[in-house]
């Protein structure tokens, strides 16, 4: 996150919406993405490679300590000519997102989940799980002690 993100985060915050919308402008001009000011992101949260063609929703909830690599969209689902839900993923504690993935729709990714590279996650992810394909499939739950 650059600093005209976190200042149009702070703006935000503080009901100051004229502010923050021009300082999130200018983060999507130098930062090449499209993270909203707006998303809930947890201290911790690394967008790999700038975030570099991210997209995320305004209303987005993004847990602690999550890898998000380059050209992932967190979003709303459009489905059957509407939109499915108004509210986009919950993304919980220490999740992985592999390059190009597509999060959309109220769904969930469970604490510790790993999302392959150009995934497309449709429905809920439990909790330590790897999933991949299109639309994203269950491959491997791992076992925490």
């Not at 993004?62 to 689902?77: D, P, Y």
């Amino acid at each position: 996150m650059n600093v005209f993100w976190k200042s149009a985060a702070y703006l935000y915050k503080h009901n100051c919406n004229w502010g923050g919308y021009c300082f999130e402008k200018i983060s999507y001009l130098l930062g090449g993405n499209a993270i909203s000011a707006k998303a809930s992101i947890g201290e911790g949260t690394v967008f790999e490679h700038r975030g570099l063609g991210c997209v995320v929703h305004a209303k987005s909830k993004i847990g602690k300590n999550c890898i998000i690599f380059q050209s992932v969209t967190i979003g709303s689902r459009y489905k059957n000519g509407y939109w499915e839900s108004a509210m986009p993923p919950v993304i919980e504690d220490g999740v992985i997102i592999g390059a190009g993935a597509v999060i959309l729709g109220n769904i969930t990714i469970g604490t510790g989940a790993h999302i392959g590279a150009n995934a497309v996650c449709i429905t809920d992810i439990p909790a330590y799980s790897t999933a991949v394909g299109i639309p994203a499939k269950i491959v491997k739950t791992r076992q925490i002690e």
